[in-house]
């Protein structure tokens, strides 16, 4: 009994929930001792299925630390429900005990860590009791730790999408409660996506001493489990013995007592055989010792953290319990600066780190690098680039769409529009003039200059006997050739024209 109760303070110093403990005990199969104040067994050691309500019992109870007290419970008349007398019981705050003894009895845990663990059950609570809450399974990373950067307030969680698999951190206490406008409301993809590649990169240096400690966790891990099961057998075959006992010691004339105990041993004897059998086979499902090559495996998986993080058996509870070991809060603000989102990193360990990202927008009004990408398309378009190499320019100094894509030529083209950027036709040059205001030539001013045909000018385009630019899809081309390379491309032209062939008149 007494090492099921110190099992289950260590999964939960490990787990960090009481719902953890209690998945975790139910997994393993293993019962959780009470003693029932109450029936016909009353006092007696009972062993039952491990519960929610039996395993906070454990977590709640001072006597565990070795403490004694009084009046931690007080009834609240206004509290009462009609037709329940019982009920209207609060709970008192540690100060407001009336006795409360430490040191009066030996502890499983001392009187600090029974109070880290009271205020860790507080902190599991949601949201509105001021708790972080407990790891859950939505995909929002910084659930229970996002702080809003503008009022203060712990942001809530809301899913968007046809699926629900867009988080989002919102800002809405004063809408909620008041009425009022909503502070702020941050898309989550982007800003998980940037936590996770700094935490672990934080990580990083420490990957081997990880992969060590998770090694030396789960040794500690198999044998704590080992142990479980060795006592369970310890506690059967004493039972068995002890009805065996009990049956030698009673007056053979005394039939009745003799059967009913004779029955009693031969059930604690099959208890006993049933729970051999169930310890050989955990033992040849689970590996009790590590050998040096799965010593070697753990290694080289634990080295790799982005490997594990991304592992398909890594659930987000664990990626968001993973964050919390080294992450305290993380403050956001995405109205600081126009088109990005500013964060601020507080660690576990105190230091603060601030970053900021641009974030995706609908309009280019809300989009950070908006006049930067202004200038440069207005540079590059002044300087005849045609809205194909403007995109290409544009993503390849890092800039990005409104949605955070690369920009495509339709982009640029719209922005023009939008910027009242002229292209070549708005500036007045129709589709049939011959040369441009800085005399190059279009398509149709090489075919009068030269004499050839359109045809024979994109050929020579795509070889590469004269050069020009696109100005863009269904515009027109701009083409600098001199006097002399006329001359020549009319003699190339005059030298590839051969006269028609005679037809041979038969006899």
Not at 106 to 119: C, D, G, R, V
Not at 284 to 306: M, V, Y
Not at 317 to 338: G, P
Not at 346 to 372: D, K, L, M, P, V
Request: glycine letters at 8%; a positive charge; hydrophobic letters at 35%.
């Amino acid at each position: 009994m007494q090492a099921r109760i110190r099992l289950v303070f260590d999964k939960f110093a490990e787990l960090g929930s009481a719902r953890a403990v209690r998945r975790y005990l139910s997994e393993k199969n293993l019962l959780v001792p009470t003693r029932p104040i109450r029936g016909p067994a009353r006092n007696d050691i009972e062993w039952s299925l491990p519960r929610s309500s039996n395993v906070r019992y454990i977590l709640h109870n001072p006597a565990y630390a070795g403490a004694y007290v009084y009046g931690r419970r007080k009834t609240d008349p206004t509290r009462r429900t009609p037709g329940r007398p019982g009920g209207g019981i609060i709970l008192l705050p540690i100060d407001e005990w009336e006795v409360c003894i430490q040191d009066h009895h030996p502890a499983y845990i001392s009187w600090e860590t029974y109070l880290a663990n009271q205020a860790r059950l507080k902190d599991n609570s949601n949201r509105f009791h001021g708790g972080q809450g407990v790891p859950r399974e939505g995909k929002a990373l910084l659930q229970g730790i996002a702080i809003c950067g503008r009022c203060g307030r712990q942001m809530s969680i809301g899913y968007t999408g046809p699926q629900g698999e867009y988080p989002t951190y919102k800002c809405d206490g004063d809408a909620q409660n008041f009425g009022g406008p909503s502070c702020q409301e941050v898309r989550g993809l982007r800003l998980d996506t940037e936590i996770e590649r700094l935490a672990l990169a934080a990580l990083e240096p420490d990957r081997i001493a990880l992969a060590l400690e998770a090694l030396n966790q789960l040794e500690l891990e198999m044998k704590a489990l080992n142990r479980q099961w060795e006592l369970r057998l310890e506690r059967a075959r004493y039972e068995a013995l002890r009805a065996q006992r009990q049956y030698d010691a009673v007056d053979p004339d005394n039939r009745l007592v003799a059967r009913t105990l004779e029955h009693q041993w031969e059930q604690a004897l099959r208890a006993v055989e049933q729970l051999e059998r169930e310890y050989v086979t955990w033992k040849l499902e689970n590996q009790s010792e590590i050998t040096p090559q799965n010593r070697q495996e753990i290694l080289a998986i634990g080295e790799d953290l982005p490997k594990v993080w991304n592992a398909e058996s890594t659930t987000n509870a664990d990626r968001k319990y993973l964050l919390r070991l080294i992450v305290k809060q993380v403050i956001v603000d995405q109205k600081r600066e126009q088109g990005k989102v500013w964060f601020q990193i507080n660690w576990q360990t105190g230091a603060c780190t601030q970053h900021i990202f641009t974030r995706t927008c609908i309009s280019y009004r809300e989009h950070g690098e908006a006049a930067r990408i202004e200038r440069r398309v207005r540079e590059l378009h002044a300087n005849g680039v045609n809205d194909r190499l403007i995109a290409e320019t544009l993503n390849a100094e890092g800039l990005r769409t409104t949605y955070g894509q690369p920009f495509k030529y339709q982009n640029v083209c719209d922005l023009r529009s939008t910027w009242g950027i002229q292209s070549a036709k708005e500036e007045g040059l129709e589709p049939n003039r011959l040369r441009w205001a800085d005399g190059s030539y279009t398509i149709s001013g090489v075919v009068e200059a030269v004499g050839v045909t359109k045809g024979t000018v994109h050929s020579w385009l795509k070889k590469g006997i004269i050069k020009g630019t696109h100005t863009g899809p269904y515009m027109l081309w701009k083409i600098a050739i001199t006097d002399e390379e006329i001359l020549s491309l009319r003699k190339r032209a005059r030298s590839h024209t051969h006269p028609p062939r005679e037809k041979k008149i038969g006899r």
